[in-house]
């Protein structure tokens, strides 16, 4: 668990440094907001608001299912890096997420993080693919303990901006 969430924040410090440090250099949209969908394990609804924080600095929350569970979360994402030669976007981030668990009713409570690059079609529409991992404790109702779990997630998707 220490080790997780050392990693979490270092991604995180690296990450915030990295967005401060970067210039607008790419393609530049006027779209403040975007909708998707990612396609992998767990399926995902997001809706998110560029530069919420500030230059490079977005957030958006989430809404996702996986075997047997369904979570809302939220997570800050920071622009790490802006190509030159391709309107692509690379970001990392994380967040905290509440779960709820339909086998054997459980509650959880619990923090990701995650590395993505979205590649933008035109203003409208972006492909993305992203890679996380998470960690959840699980409070189980029905049996009434507590465990925590370590989850991968992984998805490729579509954004709608506008």
Known sequence: MRKVLITLLAITVFGVGAAFAQSDMG???NT?????VGLGYPFQLYYGVN??????IDIRGRLSYGFWNLNVGADVLYTVAQLQSAPVDV???GGPNVGF????IGLGIG?????????????????????GAGYTYWFNGAAGYLFGGFGPRGAIGVNYHF
């Open 91 to 93: 970001y990392v981030g």
């Open 111 to 131: 923090v990701s993080g995650v590395v993505g690059a979205e590649y933008r079609i035109n203003e409208q529409f972006g492909a993305f693919g992203e890679l």
């Open 32 to 36: 403040t907001q975007w909708a998707g």
């Open 101 to 104: 668990g339909f086998y054997g």
């Open 51 to 56: 530069n919420a924080m500030g230059n490079n």
């Open 27 to 29: 393609v530049q949209y």
